[in-house]
């Protein structure tokens, strides 16, 4: 078994061997201590002056608090503007939309 997937379940960070595939360095990161970003968390929210909650992960949460500040924005505003441009590919679940959202902000950022 690689160090990768051999990952200390105690919390600490585990150590990945060069040659690891990014899943094997991915969950070599899966520890304890990120037990609370897969908990969904619910979120009520103001889009266009219609309240909303939102579930999602807190991994998901987190993203979203970053692009909102990179953005100089707040998580309500940053969820209200990709409402509005989500709403032509997706306008039944806003929730799914701001998952790939975060999944293309991370693949853009990493």
């Known amino acids: 078994m690689s160090s990768a ?3 200390d379940r105690t919390g600490s960070a ?4 060069p040659g690891d595939s990014p899943l094997a360095r ?3 990161l899966c520890n304890m201590n990120q037990t609370p970003e897969y908990v969904p968390e619910k979120r009520s929210i103001r889009i266009h002056g219609h309240s909303t ?3 999602l992960e807190r991994a998901f949460w987190s993203t979203l608090e970053l692009i909102a500040e990179e953005e100089g924005s707040t998580v309500a505003g940053l969820v209200t503007r990709i409402h509005d ?3 032509f590919a ?3 679940n806003l929730a799914s939309c701001l998952r790939v959202v975060c999944l293309k902000y ?3 950022t990493g």
């Not at 585990?14 to 061997?17: G, V």
Request: net charge positive.
């Open 5 to 7: 997937l051999a990952a």
């Open 14 to 17: 585990a150590a990945f061997a």
């Open 26 to 28: 991915m969950l070599s």
């Open 53 to 55: 909650t939102l579930r």
């Open 85 to 87: 441009h989500c709403l």
């Open 90 to 92: 997706n306008d039944k």
């Open 106 to 108: 991370v693949n853009l």
